[in-house]
């Protein structure tokens, strides 16, 4: 972790978003091979201290 990172993490006006989106049925591959290339991008945006991916556990429909 670097001294931004450190700074950042430190910050009070940290946001959180979980967000959970329904996965097209028969898209699986493409829609997270299209999150997987949106994650390096929102990776290298300013102020971003992590961004990641999660499939809900007895929903395999559904990322969060």
Do not use: T
């Not at 949106?38 to 395999?60: F, I, K, M």
């Amino acid at each position: 972790m670097n001294e931004v990172d450190r700074q950042n993490r430190n910050n009070k006006n940290e946001v959180l978003l979980i967000i959970s989106r329904r996965i097209v049925p028969g898209k699986r591959h493409e829609q997270i091979a299209a999150y997987e290339h949106l994650a390096s991008v929102v990776r290298a945006e300013p102020g971003c201290l992590q961004y990641d991916r999660h499939p809900v556990v007895g929903d395999e429909d559904r990322l969060c």
